[in-house]
């Protein structure tokens, strides 16, 4: 097969090693492998204690697994707000977590900024139960700084703040001492196969949980936080999970460190730098996102105009697959994911096709 590399943002490019540890998995057995088995107990605590110590995690927090981060937004409103909760609403993706509050029948407010910024004049009213940010925004290529997410837990400090790192992860670090819940899906930042969402959340999530439970409230059924809770101290998980993405991601987590969090970032940086830079000196095409404080480390969008089609079939011919601009933009903007998964070498190639890429 032709040397093919996926910009997509999710499901992204593989991490390299997937293939050789789905190979093994199936050798092992592990397609089969019973939830209730000592051997499953074990990858799931093995799992966790990696992520635990890539995202610097504190023992004291929960990690849950769920089929999806969309998943997650609607346990998230089920089991943290009986009533108010507070978007901070800049794309496609913190609009989705608005409007499941909605249609589970909350009454939640949405606070816009301008699709391209993260900057929101917000007044949190005092009876907020859960502010739910988006670190970084998809649909547009906007990341928010921890600055940012610091001085929403300092104003706020009575609502639960949430963090979606979902196509950041594990780019980014976070200080756990503001943050009582945080998620992301594996198609992502960590190269895998999709059909597994990772929620981790502080004890005041759980508490939140069980006095709404005590008041009356749903907080639904086998992904409650009280039922993930049970199972998840005894490393198990309530359904028949999806035991093969479990044992991916602890593979996957196992090679990032011994790769080194350390080396990820900086490649990352490095990646983000050149591209933005090529866009930025670009006769044809711009980075969409024009302040350097927004602009995503992880998911760049450029803004290519007329220029898409032609552009993409360009790039496609060196095998370079663009992800498509968002919804409305498909036919204006490409989005360039940025993870692990790519290589230095591949966004060399990346920025010295972008730069041959003429009109005539
Ligand atoms: C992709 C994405 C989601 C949804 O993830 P799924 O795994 O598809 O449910 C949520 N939030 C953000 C920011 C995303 O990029």
Redesign the pocket.
Known sequence: MKHHVNFT??PSQLYFTVSDHARQAFRDGIPSLSHRSAEFQSIVSETKAGLQQLLNIPENLHIFFTG????I?ERTIENLVGKKSVHLVNGA?SE?FFETAVQLNKQPLKVSAAEGTAAWDVAIPEDTEMIAV?Q???STGVQLHNDLIRSLKEKNPNALLVV?A??SLPYPSFDFSVVDSLFF?V??GFGLP?GL?VWIVNDKCIDRAEQLQARGLSVGSYHSLPSLLSNGIKNQTPETPNVLGIYLLNKVIQDLLRRGIANIRRETDYKAVILYQCLAQHPHIKAFVSDPAFQSRTVIVAETGPHTAALTQFLQNKGLFPGEGYGSRKKTQLRFANFPAHSKEQYEFLVDSLNEFKIN
């Open positions: 943002p999710g999806s981060a969309t998943e937004f993706f989705r988006t970084n925004e998809t979606d979902v196509s899906s198609q992502k999709a969402g």
